[in-house]
T-cell receptor, first 111, second 112 residues
């Protein structure tokens, strides 16, 4: 069966510091991968998605970036965090279009 | 452009009641409709996936239906329990990007 991991589970970072969140999927190959952000009291916002290694599509212009160095690894990064980057970050994988499965999430607090 | 709406935003019911959560979408050319559950501070758990050729799916006390012509999906929860308290989200996909469009969710509270 497939499993999706995210780490860290929680993170507290000062404004201006860098960020690296990691997502890995087990038990499948060539999945579509997605990064979402869920701000307090708001819905899910799709940030990036990837249909293959090195293929990243950005949905929202911001100071975040994503990379997919390996088939089942998806990384969300920032060079300098802003207060507005605080939120709950969710990674999801998809075996095929229009069907997604989510990881446990990372709670990021920027202070 | 696909838009997904869930009404009501919040619902409180006594334990044991049968209930229906509603989800509406604007693009009838929807491929799949997926229902999720989210507990506070947790990720989304997939409950049911209704593929475009299907009209409903069942899992235990949950039953989800899809009516593409009317742009509606419903999630029926039978004999609700306090453990069912969570936020329920529906999401639909259309177009050729593989992306899901999410509703804002319905927060359910089942009182003992």
């Amino acid at each position: 069966s497939q499993t999706i991991h995210q780490w860290p589970a929680t993170l507290v970072q000062p404004v201006g510091s860098p960020l690296s969140l990691e997502c890995t999927v087990e038990g499948t190959s060539n999945p579509n991968l997605y990064w979402y952000r869920q701000a307090a009291g708001r819905g899910l916002q799709l940030l990036f998605y990837s249909v293959g290694i090195g293929q990243i599509s950005s949905e929202v212009p911001q100071n975040l970036s994503a990379s997919r160095p390996q088939d089942r690894q998806f990384i969300l990064s920032s060079k300098k965090l802003l207060l507005s980057d605080s939120g709950f970050y969710l990674c999801a994988w998809s075996p095929k279009f229009h069907e997604q499965y989510f990881g446990p999430g990372t709670r990021l607090t920027v202070t | 452009k696909q838009e997904v709406t869930q009404i009501p935003a919040a619902l409180s019911v006594p334990e044991g009641e049968n209930l229906v959560l509603n989800c509406s979408f604007t693009d009838s050319a929807i491929y799949n409709l997926q229902w999720f559950r989210q507990d506070p501070g947790k990720g989304l758990t997939s409950l049911l996936l209704i593929q475009s050729s299907q009209r409903e799916q069942t899992s235990g006390r949950l039953n989800a239906s899809l009516d593409k012509s009317s742009g509606r999906s419903t999630l029926y929860i039978a004999a609700s329990q306090p453990g069912d308290s969570a936020t329920y989200l529906c999401a639909g996909g259309s177009g050729n990007t593989g992306k899901l469009i999410f509703g804002q969710g319905t927060t359910l509270q089942v009182k003992p």
